[in-house]
């Protein structure tokens, strides 16, 4: 079956970094569209980044853009999340899901499969 399992979380002063990783297996990963949300306390779960099958384009929330780098190795089945200038604001647990879809690529509806997220904690 399809497993999407990430790593990386951890908890970080604010200004510090992360590098978070998603390892996928049981799909033709090279085919899927891959993204990553978030979920704070209290929150909806939200769009962060998103990455083509080839890794040819990306596309950022607003809030991220220019801190966090969104990157993929298809030979090695693994989508990253490369989280600089954390800010406390950034807490919350992140997810990496798999999309076949190529619209509305901010929607988590969109996606197929989910990762069961790792925790991100930014401290002041």
């Known amino acids: 079956q399809v497993q999407l399992v990430e790593s990386g979380g951890g908890l970080v002063q604010a200004g510090g970094s992360l590098r978070l990783s998603c390892a996928a297996s049981?799909?033709?990963?090279?085919?899927?569209?891959m993204g990553w949300f978030r979920q704070g306390p209290g929150k909806e779960r939200e769009f962060v980044a998103h990455i083509t099958r080839s890794g040819g384009s990306t596309y950022y929330e607003d809030s991220v853009k220019g801190r966090f780098t969104i990157s993929r190795d298809n030979a090695k089945n693994t989508v990253y999340l490369q989280m600089n200038s954390l800010r406390p604001e950034d807490t919350a647990v992140y997810y990496c899901a798999a999309s076949s879809k190529n619209y509305d690529i901010t929607r988590a509806t969109s996606f197929n499969y989910w990762g069961q997220g790792t925790q991100v904690a930014v401290s002041s």
């Open positions: 049981g799909l033709t990963f090279s085919t899927y569209n």
